[in-house]
């Protein structure tokens, strides 16, 4: 019933959302479903990395012509954009202010504290972040801790 459940929701994809599902390997979604309702410890909701987006933009700041929509995947979000892999494959940071709507239209990995890949990334990388910063801190001029030994 899961599996039937699946289908349906990859049918109701756009070309450029399925075209981008398929690039990566067709993965099994059963388990990447928001989840609303019952014990709160149980609902998970909310925009994940990889999730495929459609994001509608204010027409005042755009070009003549140009489409108000953009699909694509979510790379990241900072304070003042939202970056995707557009359905072209560019990579695009819209600012914050000339978005009007985001649509999520399908997730592609699980919620944040079940997804391993992601934990194990940001572990990683938060090891990154602080072999630059001592790096940066023993190359920084003007230091004052010339007394200690390396």
């Known amino acids: 019933m899961v599996g039937e459940e699946q289908s349906s929701n990859l049918n109701k994809l756009p ?9 990566h390997g067709s993965p099994n979604l059963k388990n990447t479903v928001d989840v609303f309702h019952g ?8 925009l994940r990395k990889d ?4 994001i509608i933009i204010d027409n005042r700041v ?28 560019d990579f695009r940071a ?13 997730h592609m990995r699980r919620t944040y504290l079940e997804d391993e ?13 602080t072999n630059v910063q001592e790096m940066a801190e023993k190359q ?5 801790d010339s007394h200690i030994w390396d």
């Open 15 to 23: 070309d450029w959302a399925r075209q981008i599902y398929e690039k």
């Open 39 to 46: 014990p709160l410890i149980d609902r998970r909701y909310g």
């Open 51 to 54: 999730d495929l987006v459609e």
């Open 62 to 89: 755009l070009k003549n012509g140009e489409s108000n929509r953009i699909g694509g995947m979510l790379i990241g979000t900072s304070r003042n954009s939202v970056d995707i892999l557009d359905n072209n494959g």
């Open 94 to 106: 819209i600012s914050r202010d000339v978005i009007i709507e985001i649509k999520l239209v399908i």
């Open 117 to 129: 890949e992601l934990l194990k990334f940001e572990k990683e990388d938060i090891k990154r972040r």
């Open 140 to 144: 920084a001029e003007g230091r004052i």
